[in-house]
């Protein structure tokens, strides 16, 4: 399966890269690295953070042809790479790019220090939903998403509290293009990673929205038991008032978790 193409982009300060640990972020379906601001402003004196963009999503070019969750784990891996070629790195994503960094885990977990995977699972959704998903954005684009989005991705009171940064989000997905958006339903279709949850053995940090309807706490518990089961290393955490994007609507929250898990990833690889 054909490995799609991915840019990037910087969300730290403009400085020479490569002085502080590298933390790679990834994106929800329909929205861009727009998603990461806010919390990057946070983590950005301590990390140089790199936020990639999903296939026609923001930055990063149309996809032409399908693909799947391992492909675009492949195309991450290829972006730390062209940053810091052979560097181990941090990673947090939201949604499908916290399935994403699941699949990171599973089939690249040599080169994760820590992993924050937030607002996801294991598996989300059911295949036919998202094939549907896939076909209606095909032949409608994605402006027909909008609505079901707004009221999936915020918490009630917040599209009125935080008018531009919602309206941010929602016009990245209305100027997605529709034929990459539904190549990831149809990749997020034939995700399923519960039967390998017990390989991953980076530390891992599992998010979750007490109002998410999409990736539900008992989700989040779910990624972290199957971690642990296999012997690996995980928490999993839910915060009040959140919906479905965690580090729109908490930034500060994430990142002080994210900020946790990272010092205690670090502090582990510097006692080796």
Request: negative net charge; hydrophobic residues 45%.
């Amino acid at each position: 399966m054909a490995k799609p193409a991915l840019k990037a982009a910087l969300l730290s300060p403009q400085r020479p890269l490569g002085e502080h640990p590298l933390l790679l972020v990834g994106p929800s379906l329909g929205t861009s690295s727009i998603l990461w601001n806010r919390a990057a402003s946070l983590l950005g004196t301590d990390y140089d953070v790199v936020a990639w963009d999903l296939p026609g999503h923001g930055v990063s070019p149309a996809a032409t042809e399908t693909f799947d969750v391992a492909a675009l784990a492949d195309a991450v891996v290829d972006l730390a790479d062209s940053i810091a070629p052979g560097e181990n790195f941090h990673y947090a994503g939201v949604s499908l790019g916290g399935a994403v960094g699941l699949q990171l885990g599973i089939k690249h977990g040599a080169r994760l220090k820590s992993l924050s995977v937030q607002n996801s699972g294991a598996k989300i959704g059911t295949p036919e939903g998202w094939l549907e998903r896939a076909e209606t954005v095909r032949t409608q684009g994605t402006p027909v998403m909008i609505q079901g989005s707004a009221e999936r991705w915020f918490a009630p009171g917040f599209m009125d509290s935080q008018p531009e940064l919602s309206s941010r989000l929602l016009h990245a997905l209305r100027d997605a293009d529709r034929f990459s958006y539904a190549f990831c339903c149809e990749a997020l279709a034939a995700f399923d990673v519960r039967a390998e949850l017990g390989s991953i053995r980076v530390p891992t940090q599992v998010i979750a929205g007490a109002l998410d309807g999409v990736a539900t706490p008992a989700m989040a518990d779910e990624v972290a038991t199957g971690i642990m089961d296999g012997g690996g290393t995980a928490t999993a955490v839910t915060l009040e008032g959140v919906a479905h994007l965690a580090p729109a609507e908490a930034p500060a929250h994430v990142a002080e978790l994210m900020r946790g898990l990272i010092s205690w990833a670090e502090s582990q690889v510097a006692a080796k």
